[in-house]
């Protein structure tokens, strides 16, 4: 009976003046860990401003490479047709000069071939800018959808460390309560709660991790990023240049014979 009463006493000088409090903050928590555990409160989320600023700039940055790569799989399937169309209309434009005769048929036999040569030129450009331009964008795409999945993982990480926490909460009320209520039960239960704790502490350690490989995988891919779709977009603009000088020179180089056709 005095032992009881002994440790009556000690429970009231600790951190609970009274066993009601005591009580009442087990009651929280194991409302609190069943919420969770049953599903009826919705999972809890990570959520800093910075990991907040994260999440958005990966969803936006995904949203415009997409779109990006969309247009230059637009300008790669135009430059194959414009490069056919001008295949076609030289032939045409060599059989009406082969109809006409004399002077046409030379001058238009010219027309005909340097329409030929620039649509090779179209070709070429478009298998430039597939590879050199289309192909870095869903490569970057992918990379993009890569750093979601490892944020899926993450998120999955924190819930089970946050869950897991939560319970090992419980758990530890429920064995200070057992140790002055059920004693018989206490080494039992203290084995449990032994197991509970490595187990929260190896979902902290896996969330931790996960959110090292994520930081380290963002960081050098925002800095290949910035090198590669720079070098992108100036072999892009470089072969754009080039193509129009070529169609511009070609097309200049016949004026003088399609005018004096023309004047005579």
């Not at 599903?39 to 600023?53: A, F």
């Not at 637009?74 to 032939?91: I, P, T, Y």
């Not at 991790?209 to 603009?237: C, P, W, Y």
Request: charged share 35%; proline share 2%; net charge neutral.
């Amino acid at each position: 009976m005095k032992r009881k009463m002994d440790r009556a006493r000690s429970y009231e000088t600790g951190i609970f003046k009274k066993p009601g409090d005591f009580i009442q903050m087990f009651k929280d928590v194991q409302s609190k860990v069943s919420d969770v555990v049953l599903g009826k409160e919705k999972p809890v989320e990570e959520s800093t401003p910075e990991y907040e600023k994260l999440k958005h700039y990966i969803f936006e940055l995904e949203n415009h490479l997409a779109e990006a790569q969309k247009q230059a799989f637009r300008l790669v399937k135009r430059h194959r047709e414009l490069g056919q169309s001008l295949a076609d209309f030289g032939k045409a434009i060599k059989l009406l000069g082969a109809c006409e005769g004399d002077s046409l048929e030379k001058v238009f036999s010219e027309v005909g071939s340097k329409s030929e040569m620039l649509s090779i030129k179209l070709q070429r450009e478009a298998d430039n800018l597939l590879f050199n331009f289309e192909e870095p964008l869903k490569d970057y795409v992918r990379a993009v959808q890569s750093i979601k999945a490892t944020m899926l993982d993450r998120a999955n990480a924190f819930r089970q460390h946050f869950d897991l926490d939560q319970e090992r909460k419980y758990k530890e009320l429920n064995l200070e309560k057992m140790k002055f209520m059920n004693p018989e039960k206490f080494s039992e239960s203290e084995t449990e709660f032994s197991e509970l704790k490595a187990a929260s502490e190896e979902a902290t350690k896996r969330y931790e991790h996960i959110v090292s490989v994520m930081n380290d995988e963002l960081a050098r891919f925002q800095e290949q990023k910035t090198a590669d779709i720079g070098l992108a977009f100036h072999e892009f603009a470089k072969g754009q240049a080039k193509l129009a000088k070529d169609i511009a020179d070609a097309w200049r180089s016949i004026l003088p014979k399609l005018e004096a056709c023309s004047s005579s």
